[in-house]
């Protein structure tokens, strides 16, 4: 079964070989991929896959070299910059680490944003990937958006209810 995770992947992988065409055929091309997630994050096991895959569709000329936790760019609020800056070739990181340097693409974060038959991952995911190139490349200048991804409303746990602000005061609340 493919699953759309799979298919984002083949989307990318293909448009990361179809970028790496003008190198030479019979040498390998690295490319660095950060993100700020530790090694055993699920995206990090889903970038060793897709790593995996672009090994073999290309016969062993291009390459990933994965960088975890930071340990290339900084945190992931230096992600951006450091794609940007070419320290990186590929870097995977959140809107909501830089609040205010991408204003326009931060308007998905807003409640009541998407339409409630459309406020899944996969389908906010995927309407915001069609509309970056037209709308986001702007503020995105230096970088190519080549996947966007966001989450339905995020939800507070608590051990107690949360029925009115006042039972936030003197919680600790940790933002994922």
């Given amino acids: 079964m493919i699953t759309r995770r799979k298919v984002n992947f083949g989307i990318a992988s293909a448009a990361a070989l179809a970028s790496t065409r003008s190198f030479a055929q019979t040498q390998p091309v690295e490319l660095k991929v950060a993100h700020y997630n530790p090694p055993n994050h699920t995206c990090q096991k889903y970038l060793v896959a897709w790593g995996e895959q672009l090994d073999k569709l290309s016969n062993g000329r291009l ?26 070739d590929i870097a995977l990181t959140i809107h909501g680490a830089t609040p205010g340097r991408y204003s326009t ?7 009541f944003v998407s339409p409630a038959a459309g406020t899944s991952s996969e389908i906010c995911g995927k309407r915001l990937s069609e509309i970056a190139p037209t709308y986001l490349a702007q503020e995105h200048q230096g970088l190519k958006i080549l996947w966007m ?22 919680l600790k609340i940790r933002y994922a």
């Fill in 63 to 88: 390459k990933l070299t994965i960088y975890p936790s930071g340990q290339l760019g900084g945190g992931a609020n230096r992600q951006f910059d450091s794609c940007r800056n070419g320290i990186v």
């Fill in 105 to 111: 693409t931060e308007l998905v974060t807003l409640p």
């Fill in 149 to 170: 991804a966001t989450i339905p409303p995020l939800k507070f746990l608590s051990m107690k209810p949360l029925r009115t602000i006042a039972d936030f005061k003197g």
